[in-house]
C-alpha cells in the first residue's frame, strides 16, 4: 500500500487488497481482511476486525471492540458504538458449514448503534435510526426511529442531529420541528421523513 493517504497504526494488520479511503485511520490491534472498501475519512478504533467483502461508507465511526462480518454493508455517517455486536448467520452450528447463507445487513445514511447493542443478521436500520446501549434487534428499523429494549421496541423519533423529535401523536398526522436544530418532520401512518422528502408524498 505505497502512497497511502490514511494512516494505519504499526500494531494494526491490513490485508492486501483492499480499499481505503483518503483521512481514514485505523488504529491499534486492528485487522482488515482482503476484499473490504473503506470509505474517506472513516475513524476506526481499537481491536476492530473488519471481514472479507465487507463495505464501509464516508465519515463512519467505528468504537473499540467491533466486529463487521462478512454480509454487514456499513453506508456514509453511521456511528458504531463500543462492542456492539453484528451477526451473520442465523443458525449456527459449530460443526454445521453456514458460509453459503450469509444474511445481508445494512446500516443507512446517519444511524447510530449503542454501546454493547446486538444486530441479528438480515435486517435494515433506516436512516438516521437510533438503536439505544444494551438492545438487542430483531427486526427492520424505520428510518428516524429511536429503538432499545430486549427485543428492541421503537420508542420515539430522533433528529438527524441527534435529540429526540417532540412527537405527541401516536397514529395521527404530525408535524413537528427539533428543539435543537429546528429542521421539521412528518410522520404519518407510523413512519416519519423529513418536512421536504414528505412534501413529494408518503
Not at 38 to 49: A, D, H, L
Not at 70 to 79: L, R
Not at 184 to 201: F, P
Request: aromatic letters at 8%.
Amino acid at each position: 500500500m505505497s502512497n497511502q493517504n490514511f494512516f494505519v497504526h504499526p500494531s494494526a494488520y491490513v490485508d492486501e487488497p483492499c480499499e481505503i479511503g483518503q483521512d481514514t485511520k485505523i488504529w491499534h490491534f486492528c485487522h482488515i481482511m482482503s476484499g473490504v472498501r473503506v470509505g474517506r475519512g472513516c475513524n476506526i478504533g481499537q481491536n476492530v476486525f473488519i471481514a472479507t467483502d465487507v463495505m464501509v461508507g464516508n465519515n463512519v465511526k467505528i468504537q473499540n471492540n467491533v466486529s463487521l462480518y462478512t454480509g454487514v454493508i456499513i453506508e456514509d455517517d453511521v456511528f458504531l458504538g463500543p462492542s456492539m455486536v453484528f451477526t451473520n448467520v442465523i443458525n449456527p452450528r459449530s460443526h454445521v458449514n453456514r458460509r453459503g447463507e450469509y444474511q445481508t445487513t445494512l446500516v443507512k445514511r446517519g444511524a447510530s448503534i449503542g454501546a454493547n447493542a446486538t444486530i441479528v443478521c438480515g435486517i435494515t436500520l433506516g436512516e438516521y435510526s437510533f438503536v439505544g446501549a444494551g438492545s438487542v434487534v430483531t427486526k427492520d428499523v424505520p428510518a428516524y426511529a429511536l429503538v432499545y429494549g430486549n427485543p428492541a421496541r421503537v420508542r420515539g423519533w430522533m433528529c438527524e442531529c441527534g435529540i429526540k423529535l417532540p412527537f405527541t401523536s401516536q397514529s395521527g398526522d404530525e408535524i413537528v420541528s427539533c428543539e435543537s436544530c429546528s429542521h421539521r418532520y412528518r410522520k404519518q401512518r407510523g413512519l416519519v421523513k423529513s418536512v421536504t422528502e414528505a412534501e413529494t408524498g408518503l
